[in-house]
């Protein structure tokens, strides 16, 4: 399970704070106003901001000072975050062997079929640039297939994609994940997307994220703050 426990975050804005329990295989979004400090939650999670008080466990493990690299977490960004000068093998070895040595016989044969597993069958060699904004996404899923962490964070990866593909996407996110029982925690802009792909729903506003709710319950009668989002929005 991962617990923020009395988690505070320090922001231009002010403090986040978070005091949540997350149970494995579930898949969780994190919704609300931009600006109120979901992608800086996950940069907590992830470790890529300090907290300012309080902790991050995962199994009873404490995490709130472990380096990114350490913790049992995978995190996918906008821009799929794959080095543009190497080839797909070579970016997916980096997950295997992170020193960057070349992957072997058998690191090769574990890529090649985490890409198949994607639909990036004989793309190996292929470099990013090469590759449609859907197949980067795919690419990025490889390696966190590749890593098999338990905890996967997605801070909108397929924003800039159309909605059926985005939907494909989730789909696959959602098989990536059940394949390894993963927690998945999601920031998304799109309540369509919150309500189709999560289990339950976490909304961020006014310095604080909720506990969360399950996805039904919460779009049925939403919390005022997030009704007043939707509704700036519209």
């Known amino acids: 399970m991962l617990k923020l ?42 470790g890529f901001r300090e907290a300012a008080g309080g902790r991050v466990t995962w199994q009873g493990r404490d995490l709130t000072h472990v380096p990114p690299q350490a913790r049992p977490v995978s995190i996918l960004f906008q821009d799929s975050n794959l080095f543009p000068h190497l080839t797909l093998e070579r970016n997916l070895g980096l997950a295997l062997h992170p020193d960057g040595r070349r992957p072997d016989a058998e690191a090769r044969a574990r890529i090649e079929g985490a890409l198949r597993r994607v639909g990036l069958d004989g793309m190996a060699g292929r470099k990013p640039g090469t590759l449609s904004g859907g197949q980067k996404g795919r690419a990025a899923l490889a390696r966190v297939l ?64 909720q506990a969360p709710v399950a996805s039904d319950a919460f779009f049925a009668d939403p919390p005022q703050a997030f009704r007043d989002y939707i509704g700036a929005a519209g």
Request: charged share 25%.
């Open 146 to 209: 590749l890593m098999a962490r338990p905890v996967i964070l997605l801070d909108e990866p397929f924003a800039a994609l159309g909605p059926a593909l985005k939907r494909e996407m989730l789909d696959l996110v959602r098989e990536v994940a059940d394949s390894l029982a993963a927690l998945v925690v999601m920031v998304t802009h799109d309540p369509r997307d919150a309500e189709g792909f999560a289990h339950e729903v976490v909304l961020v506003a006014e310095g604080r994220a």
């Open 5 to 46: 426990e009395d988690l505070e975050v320090t922001m231009d804005s002010g403090m986040l704070r978070a005091n949540m329990a997350l149970v494995p295989g579930r898949r969780v979004a994190l919704v609300g106003p931009s600006g109120a400090g979901k992608s800086t939650l996950l940069d907590a999670i992830a």
